[in-house]
């Protein structure tokens, strides 16, 4: 359980120290965005939340008010697009600080403030969904793990999210782990069938694919493969990375957030430290030529 308590001390000297260093290294990050500018080829940054609720119920929960200002924040300074925008900024070069928006999941919870707060904002966001336990009321099993039986979303909800216009996307239908799974019927099920059973539940064509965890060990080339042949336009991981325009727009590189403005904004602000550092994950899909092939993110 993360501490959401603001006089936490080590909670509280760990974010002086990233204010700190984010001050100290703000010339640097200037000067980098000024070249890529110069190249067209600033990074769309694309962000991962899970659940925003006040409750702060376990290390994926954030509060609301720590939400807003992010958003308030993010605003402010950067461009908050779609994931069809940032794709688009990705084929064409960009030279806008760009951020796009993510959930996993589907938390209940997230539609009491969160979502009403991007609607009215009108800040895009694709939001993706466990079909299982939508359809079925039942809380995800990272959550039971921990003895906390947390609601999901219902599907009444998905379905007036994606009326208002918000980008539901598929995450699975049971949250595996695709990197443990090599059976190409239990892939094709969780990668193709979760994706076709969301989009008839919502009448909708469903667009995107996030891989649970998200972690390098968690990704699988051959599902890659099956979410390319099967029509997705992205996958999304969750390794962390910057997105920068002429590599590949198939695969979409998310950044967690932590519950606190200063780490977020300390991360989407070319952190020089992570701004080269993230390798890209190796796969290759059709001919090839939509994916990267193991290039250094440079
Ligand atoms: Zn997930």
Not at 48 to 67: C, V
Not at 148 to 160: G, H, S
Request: net charge positive; glycine share 8%; proline share 7%.
């Amino acid at each position: 359980m993360t501490s959401a308590n603001p006089l936490n001390t080590p909670a509280l000297l760990r974010r002086l120290a990233i204010g700190g260093y984010y001050v100290a290294s703000l010339p640097w990050r200037k000067y980098q965005m000024r070249k890529l500018r110069a190249q067209r080829r600033v990074p769309v940054v694309s962000l991962y939340y899970h659940r925003i609720a006040d409750d702060r119920a376990t290390p994926w929960t954030q509060s609301f008010a720590n939400f807003a200002r992010q958003m308030r924040w993010l605003k402010r300074h950067f461009d908050l697009v779609s994931l069809e925008e940032a794709q688009q900024r990705l084929r064409q070069g960009n030279t806008r600080p760009t951020v796009h928006i993510t959930f996993d999941d589907g938390y209940a919870a997230n539609c009491e403030q969160a979502i009403p707060l991007l609607l009215e904002e009108k800040i895009p966001c694709t939001y993706f969904v466990t079909t299982h336990y939508i359809m079925r009321g039942l809380p995800f099993p990272h959550d039971v793990a921990r003895g906390q039986r947390l609601a999901p979303n219902t599907l009444e909800q998905i379905r007036a999210m994606a009326q208002s216009g918000i980008e539901i996307g598929a995450h699975t239908r049971t949250h595996p782990d695709l990197g443990k799974i090599s059976e190409r019927g239990r892939l094709h099920d969780e990668v193709i069938g979760a994706g076709e059973e969301l989009q008839q539940a919502i009448g909708k064509p469903v667009r995107y694919f996030a891989f649970p965890f998200g972690q390098r060990r968690n990704l699988n080339p051959s599902a890659f493969h099956l979410a390319y042949e099967a029509g997705y336009e992205a996958v999304c991981s969750a390794f962390g990375g910057y997105n920068f325009p002429g590599i590949d727009p198939f695969h979409i590189q998310r950044i967690p957030v932590e519950d606190a403005l200063i780490p977020m904004i300390n991360r989407v602000t070319l952190d020089p430290r992570k701004l080269w550092s993230v390798r890209q994950y190796e796969y290759r899909v059709g001919s090839g030529s939509a994916a990267e092939q193991g290039v250094a993110a440079q």
